[in-house]
């Protein structure tokens, strides 16, 4: 296949698979200007499929630094009115939400972490609605990538330029299933794949999973009524999408007060455009009482003290070490792939979705069950080819879940 017939596969599997856009449905899409013609043709796509209206909000990478480094101290406390209603009435009107991703991972690198974190604090708070929509799959939504000149350099620095863009569309087309115009299908078979694993896990009802590896040796209770999921989703209408493409994991949410141990990052974290790595968490109780970090300490510690809920885990998500990412033996410095090579923890709020009936529950709610809430969900990666994780039944039954990296079952 030509490069161009795999860019109209791509956007067609993110329309027609990824969104599942349905007839009259509006959308909205948020990437950068570096996507526009890729952007352009899923508008297309998306209108062909039935979507009564397609808006785009382009941030520019220049203009993005410039706010950072040039806007007075009290821009990072406010959030515009407009940009809270255009998310709300997306949410009244049953809309879908597409971001595509071309981020610089190194665009906010020397700015002020105060700055950062002070907008990352607006954000939550102003956007509350639509960021609960978001995680409880009221409404559809995706994201998927595409390559920009800065994000291809950082993965492919031993390239010459001009080799640097074509070999990150290469991968990325490659880890997406693009390339024999079957893509559509092999997500069909892909998805029902990681449906089956999560419905093994749903059977056995592990309280509680163990894992070690080099640098880990944490324990991980579960809520009594978790629910394992895979990347496939269903909106309040109960529409199937695809919320992460690539997606080769399945997740649950973690019991907040359930957690002890240490637990050591096996890939970067790349954070509000900033690189921490080489770092080791240790919790207890579930709460996060240590941080030590050789890159990005300061931001890490500023992480996890955005609000409360932020030195909680929300989400815990098995991934093996010999997914198609992983195989790749290339680290892209994004945290929609790399969670994809890796089993990985996140920081903050919890998907209600993974709680049998917690969708729609307030916040209160939610923290009575067991599960965490923040306005932070932050993905870092832990998985390695010496992780080994073991499941204890009710009965105190132990059985092996990952051996050396990959499934045991």
Known sequence: MSFQQKLEEYAELVVKVGLNIQKNQPLLINTTTDTIEFTRLIVKKAYEAGAKRVDVNYTDEVNARLFYDLAPDEAFHEIPKWSVMQRDELIENKGALLWI?????????GVSIERISNFQKASGK???RYRKA???DVITWSIVAMPS?????KVFPQLQPEEQMQALWDLIFQVVRIGEGTAVQKWKEHIDHLESRAEL??????KKLHYKAN???IQVELPKEHIWLSGASKNAQSVPFIANMPTEEVYTAPLKTGINGYVKNTKPFVYQGNVIDNFTLTFENGAIVKVKAETGEELLQELIQTDEGAKFLGEIALVPHESPISASNVLFFNTLFDENASNHFAIGEAYPTCLEG?????PSELENLGINTSIVHEDFMIGSADMDILGELEDGTVEPIFQKGTWAF
């Open 126 to 128: 102003a956007l509350e």
């Open 201 to 206: 896990l749903n059977a056995k009802r592990f």
């Open 101 to 109: 991703d071309a981020d610089n991972p190194d665009l906010l690198e």
């Open 134 to 136: 978001v995680m409880s």
């Open 358 to 362: 917690a969708r729609g529950l307030s």
């Open 215 to 217: 640098g880990t040796d």
């Open 149 to 153: 000149a800065k994000w291809a350099a």
